[in-house]
């Protein structure tokens, strides 16, 4: 699902969680199609989506690709209170990754990076949250590209 407007854009990306979901890592969160997870991949909160930013609309790529632009995430589990994750877009964001959607506390970007100078990254996900997505729940992600 996508809603878009001219001063925002929704993306909304479904995935599942995996037993190896430990999201410690202090700089980054990932979501990603791949059906798979070792316990190496700390920053992943979600397996099995159903988007990369490769399938975004064209219309929240703009925006995020805006230096003034903000992308507000927010992550929930069904049952669970929502945790939310603030970042700002830049020009320098391509939104080609056809796996991966990352967002970054740092201003570091690849192919796959959703947004960067994040609040927060996979370590300051509400626990509960990531708890459930071990134990193998679905989670959404809405994604909010807002232009300023």
Same mark, same amino acid.
């Given at each position: 699902m996508?809603?878009?407007?001219?001063?925002?854009c929704?993306?909304?990306? /479904?995935? @599942?969680? /995996? =037993?190896?979901? =430990? +999201?410690l890592h202090r700089t980054t969160?990932?979501?990603? #199609?791949d059906g798979y &997870?070792?316990? =190496?991949?700390?920053c992943i909160?979600?397996?099995m989506?159903?988007?990369? &930013?490769?399938?975004?609309?064209?219309?929240?790529k703009r925006i995020a690709q805006c230096n003034s632009s903000l992308i507000v995430t927010i992550i929930a589990v069904r049952g669970l209170e929502p945790d939310i994750v603030i970042s700002k877009g830049s020009q320098e964001l391509s939104y080609t990754d056809s796996r991966r959607i990352i967002i970054r506390k740092s201003s570091y970007v690849t192919p796959n990076t959703a947004g960067? #100078?994040?609040? @927060? +990254? +996979?370590?300051d996900i509400k626990r509960d949250i990531i708890n459930a997505l071990r134990e193998g729940a679905e989670g959404i992600a809405i994604f909010i590209a807002l232009r300023s």
């Open positions: 996508s809603l878009c407007n001219s001063w925002y929704i993306e909304v990306v /479904h995935f @599942k969680g /995996h =037993r190896n979901i =430990r +999201a969160l990932e979501i990603t #199609k &997870l070792t316990p =190496r991949g700390d909160i979600g397996i989506a159903d988007k990369s &930013l490769m399938d975004f609309k064209p219309s929240f960067i #100078k994040a609040n @927060k +990254a +996979a370590i």
